[in-house]
C-alpha cells in the first residue's frame, strides 16, 4: 500500500456585506503539487465564504479519493477552526442556539462536522494575510484570490 501523505490546505473568504457578494479560495498542498480552487457566491455571508472554501477543499479530496491522508486545514477563521472543538456540543444541541434557533450556517457547519468521523482532519488558526508565514504565503495568496473574486464581480 502506497504511504499516505499529509495534506496541507490554506483556505480563506471574502464577502462585500453590502451586496452580498462572496468569493472564496483555496490552496492545497498535496505531495509536490500545488491547486488552488476558488468560486464565487451570491447571497451570502463572510463566515459562509470561510466554511465554503474549507467544504469544497474536502469536496476536491473526496471526488480524488484522497480524504484517507492525514488534512491540516489552515485558516485565519476563528469561527471556522473552532467548529472542530465545538463539534460534540454542537451535534448534541442539534445545531440549535441555546433559545432553540438554528445555529447560523447549520447547513454547512453540518456538512464540515460529517468529516469529522474520519479523525484525519485538523485546523490549524494562523495569522491573517501575513506577508511571511513559515515562509510560505498561502494564507496570504488565497486572501487575495478571495478578494480579487469580489471586486472582479462589479467591473
Known amino acids: 500500500m502506497d504511504k499516505q501523505n499529509d495534506i496541507t490546505i490554506y483556505t480563506d473568504g471574502s464577502c462585500n ?20 480552487l476558488k468560486g464565487k457566491e451570491l447571497n451570502t455571508t463572510n ?3 470561510e466554511l465554503i ?58 456538512k464540515l462536522i460529517d468529516h469529522f468521523a474520519s479523525g484525519l482532519i485538523k485546523f490549524t488558526k494562523v495569522v491573517a494575510h501575513q506577508k511571511v508565514l513559515h515562509n510560505e504565503n498561502h494564507n496570504r495568496e488565497a486572501d487575495k484570490i478571495a478578494r480579487r473574486i469580489v471586486r472582479d464581480h462589479f467591473r
Open 17 to 36: 456585506p453590502l451586496h452580498k457578494i462572496g468569493g472564496w479560495a483555496a490552496i492545497l498542498l498535496i505531495d509536490d503539487k500545488k491547486v488552488i
Open 47 to 49: 463566515q459562509r465564504m
Open 53 to 110: 472554501a474549507v467544504l469544497e477543499s474536502l469536496a476536491y479530496l473526496r471526488k480524488n479519493s484522497l480524504l484517507a491522508n492525514p488534512i491540516t486545514i489552515c485558516s485565519d477563521s476563528q469561527y471556522v477552526v473552532n467548529i472542530q472543538k465545538r463539534s460534540t456540543n454542537l451535534t448534541a444541541n442539534n445545531l440549535l442556539t441555546g433559545k432553540g434557533q438554528s445555529i447560523r450556517n447549520a447547513d454547512l457547519v453540518k
